[in-house]
């Protein structure tokens, strides 16, 4: 393997249990992923899936600074492990608890079989198999990301540097084609084709190798054009138009996105300083939250007729309420004292 100077100069001058920097444009594409999930919920587009498309954009975030942690930096698994636990799961908990108080009897099977398994992590199966509960629902994304975690770290102890690259890309291409038979030879529908780990992983495989390519000079030039991220947006979005076929969704849709987001260090000035806007940047401080806490209401809108924006003004408050009370002071504490 090859490092980049920065990366080199990075791993040298940090200690391994150092807390990574922060770079604020990353934080403003959180804020533009929560964004479009807002918007596709409470103020939906016609013809386009925004919330979808809003996962996506986590998604593949997601396996670009997985990659820089495990592959790159090398954190320390229990370190990575207690920092993912302290980040995801105090909030989680009391959300759901707080839920079985506020929205019991209110959306399908909320009871404690569906809550426990959302704190277990095994919603996106038991939900599309045995217990569903709406205002539940978008926890399959969150256990996407948990056994990505799990996955990724596994990859990065037992594969060999050399052959990294070549495991990601074959595990991606399996998950894909995955999803794609799923829905298109078996026919079982959305939830039940890509709330799947099997086959959503690959939104997070494809950034993670686009993240680890990155590290050998070759592909590094080769990904420096200033315009492949703001192009690849654009292409990522328009794939993800309701008159694409799902599976090309999460093929190309997604393949554009990986890039885009691994792209991002060499884009125009003028979208980085977007995606560091300050305000952009705080939505994604508080993106976690906020997508915690937007489903039970987003539901009230889809099955109550609820008025949608009162709607969406809860959400920001139970979520506001969520990551100061909970979950920044949660995540400080059991950093500081764990």
Known sequence: MILTTATIARLEAAPAQAVRARLLYLD??????????????????????????GVEFFFVLSGRLMAEILFIENYPLKAFFKRRFSRIYPALLVFVLAGMVLFAGTFVAYKWKAALTAL?????????????????????????EEHAYVAL?????????????????ALAVLSMVSGAVSYWVFQLGFDASYWRTDTHIASILVSALLCWLKTFPRWRAAMQHPAIA?????????????AVPM?????????????????L???????????????????????????????????????????ALPMLGLTFACALGSYYLVENPARRWLNRNW
């Open 230 to 242: 703001p192009v690849a947006v654009l292409l990522g979005t328009l794939f993800f138009l309701d």
């Open 265 to 307: 260090d060499f884009a125009p000035v003028r979208l980085t300083g977007l995606l560091s806007w300050r305000p952009a940047a705080q939505l994604g401080l508080w993106s976690y939250s906020l997508y915690l806490w937007q489903q039970p209401y987003y539901k009230f809108v889809y099955f109550k007729g609820s008025p």
């Open 247 to 263: 599976p090309l969704h999460y093929m190309a849709g997604t393949l554009f996105l990986a890039i885009a987001v691994n792209t």
């Open 120 to 144: 277990t992590f095994t919603y996106n199966y038991v939900g599309i198999l045995i217990n569903r509960a709406g205002a539940l629902d978008h926890i399959w994304s969150l256990c996407v």
């Open 28 to 53: 403003g594409w959180r804020g533009l992923s929560i964004a479009l999930v807002l918007i596709g919920h409470f103020l939906p587009v016609p013809g386009i899936n925004l919330a979808l498309l």
């Open 153 to 169: 770290a596994l990859i990065s102890v037992l594969v060999a540097r050399r052959r990294l690259a070549v495991v990601l890309a």
